[in-house]
């Protein structure tokens, strides 16, 4: 007997219980949210730095990363009954040479083009809004309608909010296979062998959804990737704003708890080949490495004591942004995933556009340039 | 006094270094070496922060840098484990509000 | 990126690290023990009470001076031990990151072995956080290690081994034990612990928990109420006491962080949250081994013969020696090992009720309940016997593994015989010439010389004596019953201090004929 | 798998206790009643009950309270302690300092 709901969504990450609660909120709660771990949020969506910005994006991003710092974040919080920790302090991304500037410059030249309030600042001007960074700093870009909030907060209050409107949530739940009935994608085949059927099928697992996928012969391009990231014990409050580099270095933010957030890496990281991929394990070289690179752009937390570091994998789009989308030769299954590390600020707009998707509505912005099927052969 | 100066098993106290620290700004003796927690202890301190949510009192709790309840700021670093860390003559310590050495509401 | 290489990583110089470094170095293995703490030893330099077993256990010595010993003996066979050494991780392809002084150091071993011991269990209730509510160990490492009082008046909480070890040691630091409560319904740990907790007055609940820490900014007080049988506190049945200190001992788990970030299999067992191990402690990752309390509670001696196991199986794996002589060691620590994992307080044995001794003579239940032996009980063990002339009675009641006092009367008139758990008779063929080794020897301190008619109407009893100040020959005071109650007058007649001795002084005191068999302790008026 | 509708009927809404106010995670200062109102939402692991109310996340990294909420938890799903997984370890051991940790003989990559 198959476990029947009109949308089954597989990943129980931000992304998958934000989709469950827009739908719930539409009035749509005959959800089944499958998540393949004990947890909720157990992958990327309670690893990640906790980054809600728009600065330093793929143009193709901006306008639903716009969208949702304008009209979803601000009365997150309110809505899930959950602190989210959303805070709008601003971003600067951080560049200590000429070429970092000019990539800056280039992603800000950009951004402006789609309407994005973000510009370049000097030495001084860094100084100004952050007195705790190195004086080796020779600009940023600046965006002040960029900012953070709590991954964990805001994945468990997607599925708390969403739980309490009726969304039925299963955990321990890894996808086997997904089945078409009559060429259309209506199954969802646990390991166990329990099938689950709905009419439209959200697939929102991170880089598992590639091998998902391939069972109904849709490949991906996304390979995946091990980061890392770590956190302080509780600081006296220094700044809100959220803190990025332009080489990539480090990136994060002081939460309201006080402790420092910061997703780093060694560079080593893209030859790991780890035993169990399910162990996350983190690296022997990469606390290290994320330290220096932390302390290079702010020496005023030399002395902040790391409690503990952890490791998440990224889903990487062979070009960076995501797989939003419907898939023409699997009507039903609908594709969210290749966020490629920098999916948790976008998470709000994504759940809300994909439950437009399921109820056939336009969605708020158009994301065609996020189709499965963008990538040709290059020669 | 609850220094314990002869002990039945261990003998007597071997002597040590006295050294002079702040607490809160008011000196006090103790031995150089010693857990910081100890010289403290020793000055009939029982308090050595409040906490940063429901600002309730804590001290030595586990006294080998476990459970971190003995945090203190020394030298004005917060966090630091009183009952690992040796006192050493001058040390600045004074009792952590939350993360602050000011007293919070 | 500099990395160090050794054929043996240990994590942890406490007991079983020391003791696997030790075996493995006689093999040929040049092995590196990183330790977080100012000293090795581990906990043993925090146990001063002399040791149970027998010689090749090291009985009768104490912890600390089996830390020194064990420290000699890794210098002899060329240890290096590296102190305020933290382990940061332990990765792949066995390397373990550490701090030593202001920077971290990468380390890879052949072998790793991980014994980083065991951590303090806690129990929380009203007021748990004030300053004043501390953990065994933390009264322990205060007064053992810092020279300092944990407090002036302080109620123990637990009767496991721990909690009865660390309320004789805060008595012996002079400070003042007003009660020692647990929630079980009877003592956890040896009778011999408790009985002598219980003769210098401090009163036992058991079946009472504790209700409540009293205080604003400090502990000035506890509030301990009986249990019923749901575990919760019987209206009507709270006790208050004035103290500055509540001290938790409640048991320890294993500190297995380290082996859990490593990636090896864990499991959830009775002993804690343990790596799943084969027979020679080899974890789930291979070349990653684990010793002493982190793979399961013990003692500090089932430590010291797992690491020597461990010792000789890393050996083995490092090809240092064979396997035909690998087993044969393993035999033989195996046997010993088995030898302290006999009598009642055996693992197999562990929560269970046991009501008769191998002997078959009634377990006392009023040591189980109240922390002592009863009048009526105590004549029933083969220890205590009458006879005219000094002789020694051994009140020595349950089947612990421990033989010290059979080797240590040279008279031959104790004896134990081959299994060490069997309770000591008194052999009243052979004289006893009162020399009082037996006394000294007894790491429970439960044997005392009785003499009868030393004068006409009095006699003498000769107990063991580890508190300051030493009373002198002629003073007076009164005696104490193993209750902890007063009985009667009392004369100090001997006092005998000996290196043989080992701290453990020898008290002679004088007191009526009819009181030879209740008098256990004295105190100065 | 786990259905937790299910299992949320099965062990009930939450009932308030008498010691809910009892502090269990001594460094981030949650109570007994918070995590046991946290199951009762739905939150039935140890990673996410950590994640929702930071119950062993401070500077001890749950050392001393890891067992104490393992315990509150078990009790409110109605399990063995056994069957409720323990919080993952993660480097580092002991809480370091950052500019001790950044010594460890590499060099700052560009």
Known sequence: MSRVADTIIIGGGVVGCAAAYYLAKAGNSNVIVLEGTKSIGHGGSSRNGGGVRQSGRDVRELPYAMYGIKNLWPNLSEELGVDTEYTQKGNLRLGKTEEHLKKLNTLASNAQSVGLDVRMVDAKEVKEICPYLADDIIGASWCPTDGHANPLTTTLGYYKRSLEMGVKYYTDAPVKELRKIKGKVRQVVLNDGTVFEGESIILAAGYESREIARTVGVDIPMTRLIDEALVTEMQPHMFDIMLGTAGGDFYGHQAHHGSFVFGSDSGYEVVTDMKDPSAMETNSLTLSASCRAIMSYVPALKDAKIVRSWAGWLDNAFDGVPFISRVDEAPGLILACGFTGHGFGTAPAVGLMLSQMVAGEETVVDISALRYDRFKPIR | ?105 | ?525 | ?110
């Open chain 4, 1 to 110: 798998m786990i259905d937790i509708q299910e299992k949320l009927k099965e062990i009930g809404p939450y009932v308030e206790a008498p010691d809910d106010y009892m502090l269990v995670c001594r460094c981030e200062e949650v109570t007994k009643g918070e995590i046991r109102k946290a199951v009762h939402e739905g939150f039935f692991t140890i990673e996410e009950i950590r994640r929702y109310l930071r119950s062993g996340m401070g500077l001890c990294q749950g050392q001393t309270c890891g067992k104490l909420v393992k315990g509150i938890v078990s009790r409110e799903l109605k399990v063995a302690p056994t069957e409720v997984e323990p919080a993952v370890s993660r480097a580092p051991m002991r809480p370091m300092e950052m500019e001790i940790l950044a010594e460890d003989g590499g060099v700052a990559h560009e």
């Open chain 2, 1 to 105: 006094m609850n220094r314990i100066e002869n002990h039945p098993i261990l003998g007597e106290t071997p002597s040590r270094n006295k050294v002079t620290f702040t607490y809160n700004g008011q000196v006090m003796e103790g031995y150089e070496g010693e857990p910081i927690s100890v010289a403290l202890k020793a000055n009939g301190v029982m308090a050595h922060r409040y906490t940063a949510k429901k600002h309730e009192p804590r001290g030595i709790f586990c006294a080998i840098g476990r459970c971190t309840d003995c945090v203190m700021i020394v030298n004005d670093k917060p966090n630091v484990r009183t009952c690992i860390t040796p006192l050493e003559a001058g040390m600045k310590v004074q009792t952590q509000y939350g993360v602050s050495a000011e007293k919070q509401d």
């Open chain 3, 1 to 525: 990126m500099k990395i160090e290489r050794y054929d043996m990583i240990v994590v942890g110089a406490g007991p079983a690290g020391l003791s696997a470094a030790i075996e493995a170095a006689k093999r040929g293995i040049k092995p590196i023990v990183f330790d977080e703490n100012q000293r090795p030893g581990g906990q043993l330099f925090k146990q001063i009470h002399k040791f149970f077993g027998s010689k090749e256990h090291k009985a009768k010595i104490r912890g600390f001076k089996i830390g020194e010993e064990l420290l000699a003996e890794a210098e002899q066979y060329g240890v290096k031990v590296v102190l305020n050494a933290t382990v940061i991780g332990l990765y792949p392809e066995k390397e373990v990151t550490v701090r030593i002084g202001d920077e971290v150091k990468h380390y890879k071993g052949d072998a790793v072995l991980v014994a980083t011991g065991a951590a303090e269990n806690m129990v929380n209730f009203k007021g748990w956080t004030l300053p004043g509510v501390i953990g065994a160990g933390a009264a322990q490492t205060m007064m053992n290690l810092h020279h300092i009082k944990p407090g002036n008046r302080v109620l123990m909480l637990g009767s496991g081994n721990v909690g009865l070890v660390v309320s004789f040691q805060l008595l012996q630091s002079g400070c003042e034990v007003v009660a020692l409560a647990d929630a079980a319904p009877r003592v956890g740990g040896y009778g011999v612990h408790a009985a002598k907790v219980s003769r210098c007055g401090v009163p036992f609940y058991l079946s009472h928990t504790i209700v409540e820490a009293e205080g604003t900014d400090h502990v000035t007080g506890v509030v301990i109420g009986q249990v019923g049988p749901d575990w919760k506190v019987i209206p009507g049945t709270e006790k208050h006491f004035d103290v500055d200190t509540i001290c938790l001992a409640v048991g320890l788990s294993p500190m297995s962080q380290l082996l859990k970030q490593a990636g090896c299999k864990m499991a959830d067992t009775k002993g804690g949250y343990v790596p799943v191990c084969d027979e020679d402690g080899a974890t789930s990752v291979p070349g990653v081994y684990a010793a002493g309390d982190v793979s399961g509670i013990e003692e500090a001696s089932s430590a010291m013969i797992e690491g020597r196991m461990s010792g000789a199986t890393i050996a083995e794996y490092l090809g240092y020696i064979t396997k035909e002589e690998k087993e044969s060691r393993v035999n033989e620590l195996e046997a010993q090992l088995d030898t302290l994992r006999q009598g009642m307080f055996a693992p197999k044995n562990r929560g269970k009720l046991v009501e008769k001794t191998e002997e078959g003579i009634d377990v006392s239940m009023n040591l189980l309940e109240k922390g002592y032996v009863a009048q009526d009980e105590i004549e029933r063990y083969p220890g205590v016997t009458k006879s005219k002339g000094i002789h020694p009675v051994i009140e020595c009641t349950q089947n612990i593994p421990c033989n010290p006092c059979q080797d240590a009367c040279k008279m031959g008139c104790i004896m134990i015989g081959k299994n060490i758990t069997s309770l000591p008779a008194v052999d009243s063929n052979h004289k006893c010439i009162g020399c009082g080794m037996c006394v000294a020897s007894c790491s429970g301190q439960a044997i005392f010389l009785v003499e009868e008619d030393v004068e006409p109407g009095y006699g003498e009893v000769t107990m063991p004596y580890e508190f300051l100040p030493l009373p002198e020959v002629g003073d007076k005071g009164m005696a104490y019953g193993r209750d902890g109650r007063e009985v009667c007058a009392a004369e100090v007649t001997k006092v005998r201090t000996s290196k043989a001795f080992d701290h453990t002084n020898l008290l002679t005191i004088k007191v009526p004929n009819e009181m030879l068999m209740t008098a256990r302790f004295y105190k100065a008026k």
